[in-house]
């Protein structure tokens, strides 16, 4: 019998795990901006992590992207250890970082030709994918301009095209829309969704609660440094909200005076101080029940519950500074 050294199967591994990370934590000396985090992604989805500022979204990205060690944990990125791989592993990865860092002395075709010899691109191969990303994010016809005076939406656009010229396997979209008109942001997550559909696997952070319910699969939210809560946005929403939110506005004075009447009208109330949320899976009976009891507010409005609902459950409404 051939006896052989190799390390036992990690059993609790998904065995298709783009990224698998247990125990994921990074220090800053005393202060710990991750805090021993476990999560997996799968090959072809869009996953997010959603949370506040400071909540360590950008610390884990960084230790994915192999540009900050790992303090403590366990991390695979495509197959390998970042601390042994990382040049091997950021040669097959995307990213678009928070700010833009294009050359804004090189015309747009030229930022995505200088790139592509980065990763030893043959300049002719380099030139194709070049004129094939330029169609993609639709700046075709910009690509002799300089940079400089480009739009915010064209210039994001362009930093998509320019992570895409050595065709990865994992993009890492740090904040990709933070900033952007409404409608530079629907163009931007139609790229990102046709991304997805050629099989591209994403990773991105975001604090868009529509931009997570539009792109992710599956997210975490974190906050704190940990991870509060993992699952489809639709998951989270039927885990932590109900089907429906009715919002009531009262003129100045008159809230401050309704204490007890919703009692039982809805799972849950929660007071703003403009206005009361009640939670319900029927928000019109909600409605109708608050005004059986003659509570007449300024303003009704029935919506769905949202990812946003969610949120701030989990992270509570106060500012983080």
């Given amino acids: 019998m051939t006896e052989t050294n190799a390390a036992p199967a990690d059993a609790s591994k998904p065995p298709e795990s783009l990224i698998h990370a247990r125990g994921l934590t990074k220090r800053f000396g005393e202060f710990t901006a991750v805090d021993g985090v476990d999560f997996d992604v799968q090959p072809g ?23 900050s060690p790992i303090s403590d944990g366990q991390l695979s990125v495509l197959g390998m250890n970042p601390r042994r791989d990382g040049t091997r592993i950021r040669a097959r990865l995307g990213v ?7 050359d804004n002395e090189l015309t747009v075709r030229e930022n995505l ?11 002719d191969e380099c030139a194709r994918r070049a004129d094939e990303l330029l169609d993609f994010v639709q700046l075709t016809d910009r690509g002799k301009d300089l940079v400089e005076p480009l739009s915010g939406g064209m210039k994001r656009r362009l930093t998509i095209a320019r992570s895409l010229i050595n065709e990865p396997d ?6 990709p829309t933070t900033g952007l008109d409404p409608q530079a942001r629907h163009l931007l997550w139609d790229r990102l969704y046709r991304l997805k559909q050629r099989g591209v696997t994403l990773v991105l952070t975001t604090h868009y609660m529509d931009e997570a319910e539009q792109l ?5 939210v974190m906050d704190k440094a940990k991870i509060v809560a993992e699952g489809s946005p639709q998951q989270l929403i039927e885990r932590y909200s109900t089907k429906e939110v009715a919002e009531f506005r009262f003129a100045p004075g008159i809230q401050e005076t309704l204490d007890g009447q919703f009692e039982g009208l809805a ?5 703003l101080p403009d206005r009361v949320l009640l939670y319900a899976d029927d928000g019109e009976a909600v409605v109708a029940g608050a005004h059986g009891r003659g509570l007449h507010p300024e303003t009704v409005l029935v919506r769905r519950s949202t990812l946003e609902d969610v949120f701030l459950r989990l992270t509570g409404r106060s500012l983080i500074e």
Wanted: net charge neutral.
């Fill in 267 to 271: 799972e849950r109330i929660e007071r």
């Fill in 216 to 220: 992710c699969d599956r997210l975490v």
């Fill in 170 to 175: 994992l993009m890492l979209l740090d904040e």
């Fill in 45 to 67: 989805e869009a996953f997010g992590f959603l949370g506040p500022n400071g909540a360590g979204k950008t610390s884990t990205m960084r230790m994915i992207g192999c540009t």
């Fill in 96 to 102: 678009v970082p928070q700010a833009d860092t294009l």
């Fill in 113 to 123: 030709l200088i790139y592509g010899r980065y990763f030893g691109l043959p300049r």
